[in-house]
């Protein structure tokens, strides 16, 4: 009860700091709320209780009894609060808890502060963060209303033990003192330990670390460790400044046992629209006879990425990518790009970088992309690298019916620039680049039945433009017909060089020529469909018919988009089977085929599909060699295709098993299969690939390819996961290519253990050499991460 001037109130009410306490405002907690005066602000307290108690005499105010006040944005609850008028000190004891403006709550046995919260001191605290992280000491004193200390304090940024809270968290840092300082927003850390399931681990005379308010602060960031045998040991210590809210810097020196101090620098800015980032590269190095007769025999090594994205509109956004290096394999020697797995750690070198520049746009139903590229090597292939300035792609569909059909249309351009030839010997007699250059008049000597020409020297430049149009329409009988119309035309210069070899594959000189090739077809399915109590059926017989002239200058020209060709159920209805522009399908040709699929009332599916393909007349593009063989070998090339058919089983959301095959149409042998399997539940899931494949000495694959490829994850606990991966060649029966880690992951720590085998390119033609790194990666929230590689 309270009781002021003889009037007797139940404790609930506003009352104003200082003398306030005895004069405030006190209202009755039973009465209506619409009738209470609202006068809560800033400089009132609201205080609620049992009981308060104002004694005259010594000038304090007592609230007892599940207290709470409520001040300036901050509430303190407690068994017991006591105001000192004079002292304009307030006391708590009790089951203290005092939550602020900004979120924490700080539970206490005893807390004494001033009543603007700048000063006091606490006992027996803990202190709970908006951001899930916590303190604990066993007092704190605080003062200048910025600067407290925390006496034998604990601080974590992991969640209590669900099943025991006593226990002691994943990791936390002990401290015999804990400095936060609120104006630096900084934590610094006295005679600390850092300790893992109350287990101390490592030993720290002083650290210090951002508050967990802090985003982004300048500052050191933890340090990571690596090995390699180019530089020997070496170890980061990266400094972060925050330059300003929109731009930052990260200054990365790695000190090396064998070549001294590699210089990195990333600068970052971000605008309303897109944002860019630097990063600089540079070593003076020790010893450069590590590098003796390769490209890194020098003194000074230096290197520069960059990148950025800006959009324009909703619809366009222009960017760069871009890498300039002193030597091509600076980036691989110091292991400055690298591939990272789903957990920051390190995996793999690639093999090039790509500088561009690019402009793309899309729309409703249009795309347009323009870009240059320079592709860089890191295998010291330069010269044989194309550099493609400019491709541009830009497709549309017509939103208006066009003879009531779909009418799109589509183009692509392309200017690329080679310096030197490339080669790709293909049998066991050429197994150097010397036999693919020699030039020869004897027709019997013709050297691409013993190479490949995988990229040619000089300048192509190509205009290509097609226009399509289809329509669909079902008769009485439930037939579908889709009669369909394309016109297509090339405009192509060439400037090959004259090289050595190249005159065997490719007209050397300047050549201009114009493809134009029009299509006409029709496709007719006929699906029937049977509905069971079980699921519904549905077989759909398919065949197409495509009339159209012969490819003009079938295998003359340069194919630098269209290497790459597999005949299969995806692509048996494609009205121009090849991968890019550089080569367009010739001849007429009909595909048929049978669809077949099933649908389960209760859940899963299976979907089956086989067919043939048959050159009605004229030549057939698929026969002819051009400077990569394309479509050679590919089952396509003989007048009755090979068969193809493929099998997709998914019984549920967890299983998937697909099968994919090609069989020769005379013998009905298997030139290529494979079949994959795969489950997903809740805590695991595995893939497996088979694969087999006939020789295609045409291609350069001398003998029959058979392999298995397996991947897999497996949550151990609750945040304990477990993968990998493995390539099995069953030719020569030996594991060539695999990974295997492991991690935990949760709210508040972060811990990765890899083993990585991958390919490290030579210069020149030397095979590439299988390199094994080790590597482990450790992440505490809000302190920061580290990571070592060997």
Known sequence: MLIIAGVIATACGVIAPAAAWAQGFIYN???????????????????????VDYDYNNQHISAVGNVQMFYNGTSVEADKVIYDQKTKRLHAEGNVRMTDAEGRITYANIMDLSDDYRDGFVDSLRVDTEDQTRMAATRADRSSGNYTVFDNGVYTACAPCKDDPKKPPLWQVKGARIIHNQTEKMLYFENAQ?????????????????????????????????????F???VEIPYYWAIAPDMDATFSPRITSKQGVLLQTEFRQRFADGSYQIRLYGIDQIDQDAFKGQPGDRQFRWGVDTKGQ??????WVWGWDGVVLFDYFFMSDYRLAQYKDPFGSFLSL???????????????????????????????????????APVIDYNNVINNNVLGGEFSYKMNFVNLTRETAVFDPITTTANTNSLCTTASADPMARLPSQCLLRGMPGTYTRLTAEAQWRKSYTDPLGQIWTPFASVRADAINADISNQPGVSNFLPVGDTQTVRFMPTVGLEYRYPFINVQPWGTTTVEPIAQVIIRPDEPKAGKLPNEDAQSFVFDTSNLFAVDKFSGYDRVEGGSRANVGVQATTQFDRGGSVKTMFGQSYQMFGLNSYSVADMTNTGIDSGLQNPRSDYVASVAYSPNRTYTFSVRSRMDEATWNINRFEAQASANFERWSASVMYGEYAAQPELGYLARREGIMTSGSLKVATNWVVTGSARWDLQTNKVNQYVLGGGYVDDCFVLAANFVSSYNYSVGSAPPVLNKTYLLTIGLRTIGANSVSF
Not at 29 to 48: C, G, K, M, S, Y
């Open 29 to 51: 907690q039973h009465q209506p709320r619409a009738t209470r005066p609202n006068v809560i602000d800033d400089n009132h307290i609201l205080v609620q209780a049992i009981e």
């Open 194 to 230: 850092l300790e893992f399931f109350g287990v101390p681990m490592a030993y720290l005379p002083y650290f210090s670390t951002p508050d967990p308010t802090v985003k982004r602060k300048s500052g050191f960031l933890m340090p990571g460790f690596t090995s390699y045998t180019a």
């Open 232 to 234: 020997g040991y070496g």
């Open 310 to 315: 800006f959009a324009l509109n909703d619809k």
């Open 350 to 388: 690639p093999t090039e970088a790509i500088s561009q520049l690019y402009l793309t746009g899309v729309g409703n139903r249009s795309f347009f992309d323009a870009r240059a590229i320079y592709y860089l090597s890191y295998s010291g292939n330069q010269n044989q690298v194309p550099v493609v």
